[in-house]
């Protein structure tokens, strides 16, 4: 069963600096998620995004936040200059569409800011 | 605003019995419903979705049901296993066509042999 994937399984920076977390979606998906899910709380979404352009953001995903689409495979979320509050799990999904399609999860990157 | 929540932190059952998750919804114009079951270490898990015009939906062992008068969501689990243990969180579709899910707190299912 094809499933997303996310690479790396747990990050460990330093405050203030950048991290690339990244994402190969279901491969015949064209909408893709990241979600971050603080230790013990509920998912939260960050940011949905389409034919190469955000849909919709959350109001985490400030300007220290952005996603890409570097090639027709990864989707990668990048948080520029890294705050101890970012510490999380961020998942990432994907799905056949926006409508009533369920979106699928890959198994998530622990960051950890020290 | 929109908010999803679900009554229980904590479910526990023995194996073999049937289990019952609820969860409460705010928006009633919402339109499309998930569960999910997330496991130790693990991101979420697609179990069954439902739209909302719908009352009930059936997968293997699983059914969820729907009221929308009075905005609440459950999912039944058919004679539970051990490996039905974990977190199940009901997500909603946000309003407007961009994908966005809100999450509800999550219930644990405890299940013992």
């Known amino acids: 069963e094809p499933e997303v994937t996310q690479t790396p399984s747990h990050q460990v920076t330093q405050m203030g600096q950048e991290v690339i977390l990244r994402c190969v979606p279901i491969s015949n998906h064209l909408y893709f998620y990241w979600y971050r899910q603080i230790l013990g709380q509920k998912v939260e979404f960050l940011v949905s995004f389409y034919n190469n352009e955000i849909s919709e953001k959350s109001e985490i995903f400030d300007d220290q936040f952005s996603v890409e689409r570097p090639d027709g495979s990864n989707f990668t979320l990048k948080i520029r200059s890294t705050k101890l509050e970012d510490s999380a799990m961020y998942f990432c999904?994907?799905?056949?569409?926006?409508?009533?399609?369920?979106?699928?999860f890959g198994d998530g990157t622990r960051l950890s800011i020290l | 605003g929109e908010s999803v929540g679900l009554h229980l932190p904590t479910l526990s059952v023995q194996e073999g019995d049937n289990s019952i998750i609820n969860c409460a919804y705010s928006?009633?114009?919402?339109?499309?419903f998930i569960w999910y079951k997330q496991e130790s270490g693990k991101g979420p898990q697609f179990i069954i979705d439902i739209r909302s015009n719908m009352d009930k939906r059936q997968g293997q062992r699983v059914t969820v049901l729907l009221n929308k008068t009075v905005k609440h969501l459950s999912l039944q689990i058919a004679a539970t296993q051990p490996g039905d243990s974990a977190v199940y969180f009901c997500?909603?579709?946000?309003?407007?066509?961009?994908?966005?899910?809100?999450f509800g707190q999550g219930t644990t299912l405890q299940v013992k042999p």
């Open positions: 997500a909603e579709k946000g309003s407007g066509n961009t994908g966005k899910l809100i």
């Open positions: 928006n009633s114009a919402s339109d499309y």
């Open positions: 999904a994907s799905s056949g569409g926006f409508g009533n399609q369920p979106q699928h």
